[in-house]
């Protein structure tokens, strides 16, 4: 069955909403059933991943400040994703971004586990 430009976009809200509930009424930092970042588990170190769990929830909770401070490329990716989507049209992704994606995931990596740096996911 094929979904109507319209039923996908009501499909895309209704699946937005149902996760922003999750986030809102879940939170990570009590729930022991989610996965803890196997990276970090192993390294200690953060990867460019760590902490986006508890932004969400805070995102979800009304909190951008703090939601920030777990993990800043997250929640301001979040925007450019959302953008992207809701484009009529969704044009393909040239080579360049998707390059510069990857590049900017590994300096954040490599920048939040500096002990000088601010990205570091705080509690």
């Known amino acids: ?14 699946v ?6 999750v986030f809102h009424f879940v939170n990570p930092t009590q729930a022991a059933w989610l996965p803890a970042c196997p990276l970090h588990t192993l390294t200690g170190w953060n990867c460019p991943g760590c ?3 508890r932004a969400l929830h805070q995102l ?12 800043p490329l997250t929640v301001l990716a979040l925007p450019v994703a959302g953008l992207w989507l809701a484009r009529r049209e969704r ?3 040239k080579p360049v ?12 990596g490599v920048l939040r586990n500096l002990p000088i740096t601010f990205l ?4």
């Open 120 to 123: 570091n996911p705080q509690p």
């Open 1 to 14: 069955m094929k979904l109507t430009r319209k039923g996908q976009t009501v499909a895309w809200v209704v």
């Open 51 to 53: 902490g986006t769990t």
């Open 91 to 93: 044009p393909a992704i």
């Open 16 to 21: 937005a909403s149902a996760v922003g509930l």
């Open 60 to 71: 979800a909770c009304g909190h951008p400040v703090a939601a920030f401070r777990l993990n």
């Open 97 to 108: 971004w998707l390059w510069l994606g990857i590049g900017a995931l590994l300096a954040f």
